[in-house]
């Protein structure tokens, strides 16, 4: 069975979410966006953050380089999708971008808002994946539980959590299936610090509490910022026009990618 759509024929949907902005969302969408392009198939992505639309601009300047530069880039049917005057006219709207997707892609990668709000919720019950980008601290943390400060012991779930929960009870009452979440540790220290053991720990043992799997993301490097400016991703840096340079942190950067997407059942080559 196909570890990305499922081997259903329907589009799988994949939401790129948490409730905090800064942990690199749209990058980890991005990527996976273009990696799954990469890999031969077709994807649609959905922008549902109408304030930044960082995505939104990401793959509007993925095309103006390409046209400038005459390259190939490949990449998604994107929908930006801003929020509507009440929940039931949002999830009518969401419902309505995805049949527009139907049966014209085998995957749909939504990237969500840092805030939940009701249009957050609906793309969180579609989701066959969860990917949760968090960043190496106990102060993003505190967005899938409460930590005692002395301890270091998980004291309760968060109000984020308690969302994912009831996105999954919803799913299954609904068609009887599951949503597998995936927690991203993302923008990781190249150090060995006791912060990031002590974070490694602490992930692990809520893991098992809360039901998500814990896989290493991308790790805090420059070249994120600047491969916005011209749309490109980590995928792109050895085609021909991308006048990027390879050094050796770029390979290392490559070899971390391909980690999550493998993670996630995606051959990036």
Request: glycine share 10%; charged share 25%; aromatic share 4%.
């Amino acid at each position: 069975m196909d570890e990305v759509t499922g081997g259903t024929g329907k589009a799988r949907v994949i939401v790129i979410g948490n409730q905090k902005g800064g942990s690199g969302k749209s990058t980890v969408a991005m990527h996976l966006v273009v990696g799954l392009a990469r890999a031969r198939y077709r994807v649609g992505s959905i922008d549902l953050d109408a304030g930044q639309a960082t995505l939104t601009r990401y793959i509007e300047n993925r095309r103006a380089f390409g046209e400038k530069r005459d390259m190939d880039l490949p990449g998604p049917e994107h929908m930006p999708l801003a929020p509507g005057t009440s929940a039931e006219a949002d999830e009518r709207r969401l419902e309505q971008a995805m049949l527009a997707f139907d049966e014209q892609v085998d995957v749909v990668v939504i990237d969500t808002p840092g805030t939940d709000t009701p249009l957050n919720r609906a793309a969180h019950g579609l989701a066959d994946i969860l990917v949760t980008p968090l960043n190496d601290s106990f102060v993003d943390l505190d967005v899938l539980a409460r930590v005692d400060g002395e301890t270091l012991n998980i004291t309760g779930p968060s109000p984020y959590a308690q969302t994912v929960w009831e996105a999954k009870m919803a799913r299954a009452r609904r068609d009887g299936t599951t949503m597998r979440w995936i927690v991203l540790r993302n923008r990781l220290s190249h150090l060995d610090a006791r912060n990031k053991r002590e974070m490694e720990e602490a992930l692990n043992d809520l893991a098992k509490r809360i039901g998500f799997t814990v896989i290493p993301g991308l790790g805090e490097r420059v070249i994120y910022r600047e491969m916005f400016l011209n749309g490109l991703t980590l995928l792109d840096l050895k085609d021909k026009g991308s006048g990027v340079d390879m050094k050796m942190s770029h390979v290392a950067a490559r070899n971390e990618l391909r980690g999550v997407l493998q993670a996630l059942g995606v051959d990036a080559g």
